[in-house]
């Protein structure tokens, strides 16, 4: 295929692709109507290329759908790591960098000048000095080369730090790099030091691990950075799945904390959008790109505000105000035998995060709601079904939802008419 | 700092494993794009080392046809600020200390004093960790982690005592085949099989919370172990059927939750549905039960017969908790 290259220099386009073949696994080439097919074919290519084995295709009346089936608690590496190993870059890059590596590495404190003479006298590649300059302040950048000031001029030198040396002096740590490699977050820079050492992860698997939102790592040090500095951000977001939005939006945000979810795996942005004048959590998997602004100069007082506020938050969901304002906590009370089913009784303290839960009766387990959004505690609570014994308080909207919910799948598995039993 | 970086990138790394041979040969050039890169890198790669018209000159081709490295010493393998920066947030998780004896953990401190953590802990919060998680500072826990991990690593056979789910103290010889850690729980597990008479008896997961006991017998399991075999043991006969119906934005919610199982999806262009068949672990199927059950009427748990069973059961035994006391229900529902 002409024109097509492995190497990438940014993955905004893959990223929005491989949640498409991740998630929905279910879309035919001409679903991808927001790009050319062009696009669709160089995506799915370069994602054959790094997850080829867990790719499937399906033949359906639509045509041929392209998805990606792993379970990703039994392989010991997140595959999608390779998407940050594919940028590209030009044929001075690599020269320079195993040349300049290799000139450092036999003399200590060497001025540009020398540098560029040794380029030319030892390997045959005559470089401009600015180039050469370029690339060492890129490097000192990276922590890969050390400048000091030697009179006038700059002299370089090699850091010293070896990822082997490291490994061979600090025992214990080869196998947490192993471990660390593959958790939340930045888990690809831990295998990054794996990779220069040909080592691989013999001992960890992660259960229930959500390999694709590695991805999103790519926008956590700018975003730390805004945090950090008390600045705000603009996003660009992904046009909606579902929404008739073809084209992204920007919207700004003042971060204050990264939210994450060990029951999903989802990242969000969690701070004050000054748009909507509230506290927002912006999912990381629908931000396309992120843009550092000014400072806030509000910023002690919103921070107050936020942290009171995220005390509050059963998930991410920061609600409405004028949904949560006069409302009276909501109050759930569950049935369980705290002898026969202390695991209900477990599993609920060990579950119901800024929840309080009492015993109330016999059998009886009461669990008080305070949150500002008491919809995302109801998907929690559906886990207990056929345990609740009453649901209280609240507003009246969640608790009719809840029951219409119970009502309709009563009818969807009811008893002797169940005709759906494959 | 930059986590996308060609410094990290496939290529560069192929190029520097040849570089630290010195001398090499097309079919090396050949065989490391083959191990080291992506699945097309053949078809841009070897023109790029080996000398022609389009390399990046880092070989000379000798006149015994070899190929020789222009620089001269193997290149480096050096840690960069990104990747120290990454090893200094490590070093505030409680997790570290499973791995790691006081005076390494000082010895890493000392080599990073200067370096400024890639994260901080508090930067992250994570919503839903659950109140009680593997007490990664208790002694016992972590000299029971290392000497699990260690039989990992060296397949000897434990005699471990622990005590099960189901609150039964349980003892037996068993070897260890690999760690897991759960982010959900905040726990980690090993997979083992149980021996019985020096052979295999059955296929486990031990919580190392939950250890009492661990001795080493000093006998190593010499049999080849494969984890396919171990995890196929493990695995559900027919896949959970569910019908998914777009209602809520139940699709995007689903497979974005189930993103982590094996699974085929089939969309119907009509009602927008989707039929979702999920692989799973036979002694998580409580587990896949109830977070099936989180998403209401949304979704429909079509077979296997005994999965659907289970689902109708709990709303039964619901719908007669909420007629019996909640007197909402009557009023309130549709």
């Given amino acids: 295929m002409a024109g097509f290259s492995e190497l990438i220099k940014n993955f905004d386009k893959t990223r929005d692709y491989l949640r498409d073949f991740f998630i929905y696994g279910s879309k035919i080439r001409s679903d991808f109507n927001r790009k050319s097919s062009r696009t669709y074919d160089d995506e799915k290519r370069r994602a054959e290329s790094w997850i080829g084995d867990y790719m499937r295709y399906d033949d359906s009346v639509r045509g041929r759908q392209v998805s990606i089936s792993v379970d990703s608690g039994h392989i010991p590496e997140n595959p999608l790591y390779s998407a940050f190993y594919s940028r590209s870059f030009t044929d001075n890059d690599i020269r320079l960098h195993f040349l300049l590596l290799d000139i450092l590495s036999q003399e200590e404190r060497l001025p540009l000048r020398r540098i560029v003479d040794l380029l030319e006298s030892e390997y045959g590649f005559i470089f401009e000095e600015q180039t050469v300059r370029n690339k060492l302040r ?45 958790v939340q977050s930045f888990g690809v820079v831990g295998n990054s030091i794996m990779k220069s050492l040909d080592l691989k992860n013999d001992l960890f698997f992660i259960k229930h691990n959500y390999l694709m939102h590695t991805l999103e790592d790519l926008l956590l040090p700018d975003l730390l950075r805004a945090i950090d500095e008390h600045r705000y951000i603009t996003a660009a977001v992904f046009p909606g799945q579902n929404s008739s939005e073809k084209t992204e939006r920007e919207m700004p945000l003042l971060p204050m904390q990264i939210f994450s979810s060990a029951q999903t795996g989802r990242r969000y942005a969690a701070g004050y959008a000054p748009d909507l004048r509230r506290f927002v959590a912006m999912r990381l998997d629908n931000i396309r790109s992120v843009k550092v602004g000014q400072v806030c100069e509000d910023h002690k007082r919103l921070d107050e505000s936020f942290r009171k506020a995220a005390a509050r938050c059963f998930g991410v969901s920061f609600g409405f105000s004028s949904e949560s304002a006069g409302r009276s906590p ?51 609570v559906k886990t207990f079904i056929g345990r609740i014994k009453r649901v209280e308080g609240g507003p009246s909207s969640v608790r009719q939802r809840f029951y219409s919910d119970i009502y309709r799948m009563d009818k969807m598995y009811g008893g002797d008419e169940d005709e759906h039993i494959q | ?197 020096g052979k295999i008896s059955d296929s486990g997961m031990i919580n190392i919370g939950r250890i009492r006991s661990v001795r080493d017998t000093g006998q190593v399991f010499t049999e080849e172990i494969s984890m396919d075999s171990y995890f196929s043991s493990r695995k559900c006969s027919s896949p959970a059927v569910i019908r998914v119906t777009p209602e809520r934005n139940a699709v995007e919610r689903f497979m974005l939750e189930f993103a982590s199982f094996e699974k085929h999806s089939v969309r119907d262009p009509e009602t927008g549905e989707h039929t979702v068949e999920l692989w799973y672990d036979v002694h998580d199927e409580i587990e896949l039960l109830i977070k099936l059950l989180s998403f209401g009427p949304v979704i429909e748990i079509m077979g296997p017969e005994r999965l659907r069973l289970q689902a109708r059961d709990r709303v039964r035994r619901q719908v007669e908790l909420l007629e019996k006391f909640d007197g909402g229900w009557k009023n309130d529902r549709p």
């Fill in chain 2, 1 to 197: 700092m930059n986590i996308f970086s060609e410094l990290y990138g496939a290529y560069f790394r192929i190029a520097a494993k040849l570089l630290t041979l010195g001398t090499t040969d097309d079919k090396t050039v050949r065989e490391a794009i083959f191990r080291g890169g992506f699945r097309d890198s053949i078809l841009f790669l070897p023109q790029k080392l080996i000398p022609g018209s389009e390399d990046w000159g880092l070989f000379r081709r000798e006149k015994d046809g070899s190929l020789r490295r222009v620089t001269k010493n193997a290149p480096p393998r050096i840690l960069t600020g990104l990747q120290k920066s990454w090893l200094k947030a490590k070093l505030s998780d409680p997790r570290i200390r499973l791995f790691m004896e006081e005076d390494a953990l000082a010895e890493l401190e000392r080599r990073l004093s200067g370096t400024v953590p890639l994260y901080r802990q508090e930067q992250f919060r994570t919503t839903d960790r659950p109140t009680e998680h593997d007490p990664y500072s208790d002694p016992e826990y972590i000299a029971n982690f290392r000497k699990i991990l260690r039989a990992v690593k060296d397949r000897s056979i434990l005699e471990i005592g622990f005590v099960s789910g189901k609150k039964n103290r349980i003892f037996g010889s068993f070897v260890m085949l690999k760690m897991e850690y759960s982010p959900r729980n905040d726990r980690f597990r090993v997979y083992c099989y149980q021996l019985k008479g």
């Fill in chain 1, 138 to 182: 890129e490097y000192t950048d990276e922590g890969i080369v050390l400048a000091e000031r030697s009179g006038k001029s700059l002299v370089y030198s090699l850091t010293k730090d070896r990822a082997d040396e490291y490994l061979s002096a600090v025992p214990g740590l080869e196998d947490a790099v192993k471990f660390f490699s593959e």
């Fill in chain 1, 330 to 380: 909501m109050r759930i009370e569950f049935f369980a035998d705290p002898i026969r089913e202390y695991y209900v009784i477990e599993r609920l303290q060990r579950e119901k995060r800024c929840c309080t839960l009492e015993r109330t009766g016999d059998h009886i387990f009461t669990l008080t709601a305070d949150v500002l959004d008491v919809n995302e505690i109801m998907h929690w």
